[in-house]
Structure formats: C-alpha cells, structure tokens
C-alpha cells in the first residue's frame, strides 16, 4: 500500500520509477450490444495536489477511437497501483474533453465547473475517480468542429444542437462512445457488479455501465444556468435528453 507521507524516500523513488514503466492489460467491455477487448496500458503514475486536495493523475492509452485518457483518483494505491476502495459505492464521472472551455474558460458551455465539481463531490466522499478523455471534444467530432459550432452560435437564433446539425450534413452529431472508460475502471480494479455512484446529466453515459454489469445510481451535476450558458443548456435539455439542466426560464424557481 502506497502512503507518501509515511514512505521512505527510497520507497517513493522505487514508485516512482515503477510508475513510468508501461503496463498493458487487456480487457473485455461491451457497448451497444458488441462485446470487444481492448488494451488498456497504463503510461505514468503522479500524486496532483489540486484546490480540491490530492488526486492520483493516471495516464493511459486505450487502443479504442479516442486512444488518450487520463483518471484523477481519490483513493490508497496498492502495490500494482490499483484502487484499494474502502466505500461499498464509487463515485465515478465520465468527463469528456474541452479545450475551449476546461483550459481557456470559454463562457458558453458549463464543462469547467462541471469538472470541478465533480472533483469536490469525490474529495467530499474520500474516494472517487473522473476518467476524462480529451479527444471527445466536440461530443467526439474535435475541437475544429466545436470551434466551427462555437461560430455559429453567435447568431442569436442557433444554439449548440442546431449549429452542430448544420455542419454534420446529416451526420450523428454525438459519436462519443465509452467503452474505454469502462476499460480504465477495470485497469483501476473497479470491476462489475460493483454499485457506482455516476455524476452525470446525459442517461446513456449510465446505459453503458450497466450494460457492463455496474449497478449505478445517478448523481445529478448540475450547474446553475446562467445569461451565457442559459441558451447552451436548454438545448441539451430538449433535443439531446440531458436531464434537469434548466427551468423554462433563467433563475425561474
């Protein structure tokens, strides 16, 4: 069991060095009714200090569509880094990736204080992990596509779902799948039927945990609308089937 406060500095230095050393597991996920394996390899190991307390930051590479991932852990490690979990319950966010808004605070979408709530919740619990992946940008379609949406909805009449709709050309304008995550929670030994706790909006994010036997309780995270993202979150609400985001209208009780 790794306890960096109470470990040698030899003992660190071995986990350290142990932590760069890439490790692949193969593991099975099934999504949409198709079962694949997938390799997981964990790429490095470090302990974050964050406004929220400390989180082990993993990265990983998943041999799936979306390849990069990265889980902000809040538990003990165990000596072959897996998440040695002390609730009966996990809570667990499903974070797909945001440039515009989680690194330069875009102010028309709610990614950011989503995420960082999503951090509080879990450090409040005392255990929990965000599997995030970047390159869902765009609901899975990149960031040259959210930029081009983003454009877009500078006229007053398209919001999120009609500007995505008008560049796709009939294409699906949410391709994100989570199969990999679910891969990530097995690599961390959070295996099914285990109970999760999913902090989330978007009820097909719960399907697919289910579909790989979790039992799972939805924890809403919703951000307060405001005047910018008022317009952003109905959207999601009436066209995607996001739950709760919004009243009829701003700040109505």
Same mark, same amino acid.
Request: hydrophobic share 40%; aromatic share 6%; proline share 5%.
């Given at each position: 069991?790794?306890?960096?406060?109470?470990?040698?500095?030899?003992?660190?230095?071995?986990?350290?060095?142990?932590?760069?050393?890439?490790?692949?597991?193969?593991?099975?996920?099934?999504?949409?009714?198709?079962?694949?394996?997938?390799?997981?390899?964990?790429?490095?190991?470090?302990?974050?200090?964050?406004?929220?307390?400390?989180?082990?930051?993993?990265?990983?590479?998943?041999?799936?569509?979306?390849?990069?991932?990265?889980?902000?852990?809040?538990?003990?490690?165990?000596?072959?880094?897996?998440?040695?979990?002390?609730?009966?319950?996990?809570?667990?966010?499903?974070?797909?990736?945001?440039?515009?808004?989680?690194?330069?605070?875009?102010?028309?979408?709610?990614?950011? @204080?989503?995420?960082? /709530?999503? +951090?509080?919740?879990?450090?409040?619990?005392? $255990?929990? %992990?965000?599997?995030? *992946? &970047?390159?869902?940008?765009?609901?899975?379609?990149?960031?040259?596509?959210?930029?081009?949406?983003?454009?877009?909805?500078?006229?007053?009449?398209?919001?999120?779902?009609?500007?995505?709709?008008?560049?796709?050309?009939?294409?699906?304008?949410?391709?994100?799948?989570?199969?990999?995550?679910?891969?990530?929670?097995?690599?961390?030994?959070?295996?099914?039927?285990?109970?999760?706790?999913?902090?989330?909006?978007? @009820?097909?994010?719960? /399907?697919? +945990?289910?579909?790989?036997?979790?039992?799972? $309780?939805? %924890?809403?995270?919703? *951000? &307060?609308?405001?005047?910018?993202?008022?317009?952003?979150?109905?959207?999601?609400?009436?066209?995607?089937?996001?739950?709760?985001?919004?009243?009829?209208?701003?700040?109505?009780?």
């Amino acid at each position: 069991m790794i306890a960096t406060e109470q470990s040698s500095e030899r003992a660190i230095l071995d986990f350290a060095k142990r932590s760069m050393t890439p490790c692949p597991r193969v593991v099975e996920v099934v999504e949409s009714g198709e079962r694949s394996s997938l390799t997981v390899t964990r790429l490095g190991v470090g302990l974050l200090k964050t406004p929220w307390g400390k989180f082990w930051q993993f990265e990983f590479r998943v041999s799936d569509a979306w390849s990069e991932y990265t889980a902000l852990l809040r538990a003990t490690l165990g000596d072959d880094f897996e998440a040695l979990l002390r609730r009966e319950d996990v809570l667990v966010r499903l974070d797909s990736g945001c440039s515009t808004g989680q690194l330069f605070g875009e102010v028309t979408c709610e990614c950011r @204080p989503q995420l960082g /709530g999503a +951090l509080a919740k879990i450090a409040e619990a005392g $255990e929990g %992990v965000v599997v995030h *992946i &970047p390159r869902q940008d765009g609901r899975g379609k990149g960031t040259p596509f959210k930029l081009a949406t983003l454009t877009l909805q500078n006229v007053p009449t398209i919001d999120t779902v009609e500007a995505a709709t008008l560049l796709s050309g009939g294409e699906p304008i949410d391709i994100r799948s989570y199969g990999g995550a679910v891969g990530i929670l097995r690599f961390l030994g959070i295996n099914p039927p285990r109970r999760l706790r999913l902090m989330t909006n978007n @009820p097909h994010k719960i /399907g697919v +945990l289910e579909e790989n036997g979790f039992i799972c $309780e939805r %924890v809403p995270l919703v *951000i &307060p609308a405001t005047e910018e993202t008022f317009r952003h979150l109905r959207a999601k609400q009436e066209f995607l089937g996001h739950l709760d985001l919004v009243a009829d209208k701003l700040n109505a009780k």
